[in-house]
């Protein structure tokens, strides 16, 4: 089973800083099988980022990933006050899927 | 409009089952997987399990395996995920979501609201 963990829990920034999120996976992704999903309270998840770097439709460019193997970044180049959420990162490599257990970004 | 629509919150006791319901709109059931997460209160996402509505072929975490059940009624363009022998572990938020891809695994572009599902004597 893969294990994923994403240091650290939470991150604290403001409005217009840039948001720098780490997801590390315990086996390489051999075919970059990686997602991120922003998740608010009272929300359904909504995904952002999939297959490592590729923008979900809708999702504004100031998301973006990136990495490989068992490295993962996504970035949120100048935050915008609604991107104030958990993120969570997915691997869909093997079965089982699994979550990483997520970092809250807060203000 | 492409949705996912999901029955409403359920409150069970200890030893009882629960049956979620998943009913697609807007695109064609047969043509995407879908899987089941939960989200305890104050917890992270689980995932628990997939099912093909083509096939009606499953696959779940070992965590739920003899626990689960995922069956679909495509006339209905329905998906129903159930699961036995509760216990207030099991309280959380269910949630039904579309694999994005047509053919394999890959990231769910779509979900459900979710199911509030309590376990409590």
């Known amino acids: 089973e893969i294990v994923l963990t994403q240091p650290p829990g939470t991150l604290s920034l403001s409005p217009g800083e840039r948001a720098t999120l780490s997801c590390r996976a315990s086996q390489s992704l051999s075919s970059n099988s990686l997602a991120w999903y922003q998740k608010k309270p009272g929300q359904a998840p909504r995904l952002l980022i999939y297959d490592t770097s590729t923008r979900a439709p809708g999702i504004p460019d100031r998301f973006s990933g990136s990495g490989s193997g068992t490295d993962f970044t996504l970035t949120i180049s100048s935050l915008e006050p609604e991107d104030f959420a958990v993120y969570y990162c997915?691997?869909?490599?093997?079965?089982?899927?699994?979550f990483g257990p997520g970092t809250r970004l807060d203000i | 409009q492409v949705q996912l629509v999901q029955s409403g919150a359920e409150v069970k006791n200890p030893g009882a089952s629960v049956k979620v319901s998943c009913k697609a709109s807007?695109?064609?059931?047969?043509?995407?997987?879908i899987h089941w997460v939960r989200q305890a209160p104050g917890q992270g996402l689980e995932w628990m399990g997939v099912i093909n509505p083509s096939s009606g072929t499953t696959s779940f975490a070992e965590k739920f395996q003899g626990r689960v059940a995922m069956t679909r009624d495509t006339s209905t363009r329905t998906v129903y995920m159930e699961l036995h022998r509760l216990t207030t572990e099991d309280t959380a938020m269910y949630f039904c979501?579309?694999?994005?891809?047509?053919?394999?695994?890959?990231?769910?572009?779509?979900w459900g609201h979710g199911t509030m599902v309590t376990v409590s004597s």
């Open positions: 997915q691997q869909y490599n093997n079965s089982p899927l699994g």
């Open positions: 979501a579309r694999d994005r891809s047509g053919y394999s695994v890959n990231a769910f572009d779509m």
């Open positions: 807007g695109y064609t059931i047969t043509n995407h997987y």
